[in-house]
């Protein structure tokens, strides 16, 4: 089917789409791929750079503030009075509003810091605007038990009280946690606190893109999202690819990975080396390169509608060159299948007759056709009338062969004056001729070939008295099956000969059943049993046993290869045959053949 003309136009046709095309999206993808790759990379941690000393520059700002208060000799007078235990509430009111102005004041130098507080471990807190609050519930705050315990510096965005009171704002802030009058916090009676809206460190971090969706978070040292980003716990399968850069010792780079869904995704990251904060990016290489996702779609459309128009194009030159070659070649495939009609049925009418030497390439076919299928009906007609008098010949060949025996056995009785053994005989002669004279019957009931053989085993009953036990075992629903005459007696004689040929009495069994659509006639024997090679050669060489030398044959016992040439004939492929026997341990034959119901027939097409 590939050779053929046609077949070829339209391979040759995609494969040159096909690779052209394909070459081209493939190279054209992937260096538009490795391009952008490059360039966003380098745009990312270009803007990572920027943003990076942005936040150095805020950090700078809220460390310079918080080491002018730290180094204040107002802040150290200030917590003096308030550690004054011998001075008026008024003096320490009057102290605390001075360090409240102080806070206004220092504020005010930098535009980064939101607000500043100092908190007092008796729980009292100073901040800007005049703002003194007597209010324990800080010392029981997170933050606050985190930077006494365990020195955290840096507070991710919150609500927080000062910012509140001053601005009545619930903006979240991040809050720089420093202590005072000592340096280790848990010795600290003051805490100083640095505010700075979440939105300071937020708008300029949003304007910084990957992709369409791709965003940058700024992480503190323990992995956690500084800012109002929330999202950021959606990426849960990144948390091992995020510590694995923070261990790592590149300050920089971007990462690319897989997801747990299979998906591709892109890691940028790079960290700050002030406060040991990082800032790490998120996105899907699809959403990374959507647009070129995009162009890549737009070429696999083209290459399709451009491959359907060669395929169009390739059936229209195609179809008339190569159709009437395809027609002829199809009739050919039928005819050597043995299909005439169907061939014939594939070439044009006579009357559209194409010109050319196909034309007449065809019509000598047709011709050709007409001819051979006249010659193998002819031919199979013969065969049938052959093989039917092949078959009459075989069944012929019976008939002398048993009433030879049997006339011998009468003569016998008669000497001896056994006049009801004779009586008997005849009777049962009677009925096995009248049975066997109906010759233009193939097949009979399984029933009556039983009947036969029963009539056949009285016979030898009579001749040979208690030395023949002969056994016959019939299982199952058998009265409806039809069988082809006379394949069971002759085998039944083999059977009782051979019987006798070793031992003073013969034992042979008749076994009938079926089984998976097969009817099982088998006949057993206590004889010598049968040679390897003679069981060889009836096993694999009856199928192809000449007729003539079957015929031919002077041998008185011809039983065994008459029954399976006349099963071969009728049967055809549908028989088997299995011989088991060992020496000295008895023969058995089983003849394997179709069931068939009284009213059906082995289909010609099926016998050999």
Not at 53 to 80: C, G, H, K, P, R
Not at 431 to 451: A, H, I, N, Q, W
Not at 457 to 478: N, P
Request: charged fraction near 25%.
């Amino acid at each position: 089917m590939f050779y053929s003309l046609r077949n070829r136009l339209i391979a040759f046709f995609v494969l040159l789409f096909v690779l052209s095309f394909g070459a081209l999206s493939v190279l054209i993808f992937n260096e538009s791929r490795s391009i952008i790759r490059s360039y966003i990379e380098s745009s990312a941690l270009e803007k990572m750079d920027e943003y990076g000393s942005y936040v150095d520059m805020v950090q700078t700002q809220i460390y310079d503030l918080a080491s002018l208060i730290f180094n204040s000799d107002l802040t150290d007078e200030w917590d003096e009075a308030a550690s004054d235990p011998n001075l008026p509430d008024g003096e320490k009111m009057l102290a605390h509003l001075e360090m409240s102005k102080y806070l206004s004041q220092t504020n005010n130098s930098y535009t980064s810091v939101s607000s500043v507080a100092i908190y007092r471990q008796e729980g009292l807190w100073v901040s800007m605007s005049n703002q003194v609050v007597r209010d324990k519930s800080f010392l029981n705050q997170e933050w606050y038990r985190s930077f006494k315990t365990a020195n955290e510096r840096w507070i991710p965005a919150h609500t927080d009280d000062v910012e509140l009171q001053i601005r009545s704002s619930a903006h979240p802030v991040v809050s720089m946690l420093m202590p005072l009058g000592a340096f280790e916090p848990a010795q600290a009676r003051n805490v100083l606190k640095v505010n700075v809206s979440a939105d300071y460190f937020l708008e300029p971090l949003n304007r910084i893109h990957l992709g369409e969706s791709g965003t940058i978070y700024l992480l503190d040292r323990g992995g956690s999202p500084l800012l109002s980003q929330s999202e950021y716990g959606a990426h849960g399968e990144t948390q091992s690819q995020v510590q694995a850069v923070r261990e790592g010792g590149r300050k920089q780079g971007v990462v690319y990975f897989k997801n747990e869904r299979g998906q591709s995704q892109i890691l940028v990251y790079k960290k700050l080396a002030l406060t040991n904060w990082m800032l790490v990016g998120f996105v899907s290489e699809r959403d990374l390169y959507a647009q070129l996702f995009k162009l890549r779609d737009t070429i696999l459309f083209l290459f399709a509608l451009l491959l359907v128009v060669s395929l169009f194009l390739a059936f229209w030159l195609s179809h008339g060159v190569t159709k009437p070659l395809s027609r002829l070649v199809s009739a050919m495939r039928h005819v050597q299948r043995g299909d005439f009609d169907s061939a014939e049925s594939r070439l044009p009418p006579p009357a559209r007759r194409i010109r050319g030497e196909v034309g007449f390439a065809t019509a000598t076919f047709r011709n050709m056709i007409v001819r051979l299928r006249q010659h193998i009906q002819s031919e199979f007609e013969l065969k049938l009338l052959r093989q039917q008098a092949e078959y009459k010949a075989l069944l012929m060949q019976i008939n002398p062969h048993f009433l030879f025996n049997t006339l011998e056995l009468l003569s016998s009785l008669a000497m001896q004056k056994r006049t009801d053994d004779t009586v008997k005989v005849i009777v049962s002669l009677g009925k096995m001729l009248r049975f066997s004279l109906r010759l233009s019957d193939d097949l009979v009931g399984l029933k009556e070939e039983m009947k036969y053989v029963r009539d056949y085993a009285s016979i030898l009953q009579v001749r040979f008295g208690d030395k023949l036990r002969l056994r016959i075992v019939e299982e199952g629903d058998l009265d409806s099956l039809t069988v082809v005459k006379f394949i069971l007696q002759p085998l039944v004689e083999n059977a009782v000969k051979y019987g006798f040929a070793q031992h003073p009495e013969a034992i042979v069994e008749i076994r009938v059943y079926r089984t998976d659509g097969r009817l099982h006639l088998r006949v057993s024997d206590n004889g010598p049993g049968m040679p390897e090679q003679l069981r060889m050669q009836l096993v694999e060489g009856s199928a192809s046993s000449r007729l003539d030398e079957i015929l031919s044959s002077r041998e008185r016992q011809i039983g065994l290869g008459n029954v399976l040439a006349r099963c071969r004939l009728y049967y055809g492929s549908l028989f088997e045959v299995r011989i088991d026997a060992a020496a000295g341990a008895g023969t058995r034959i089983e003849l394997i053949i179709p069931v068939q119901e009284a009213s059906l027939d082995v289909p010609s097409v099926d016998r050999g």
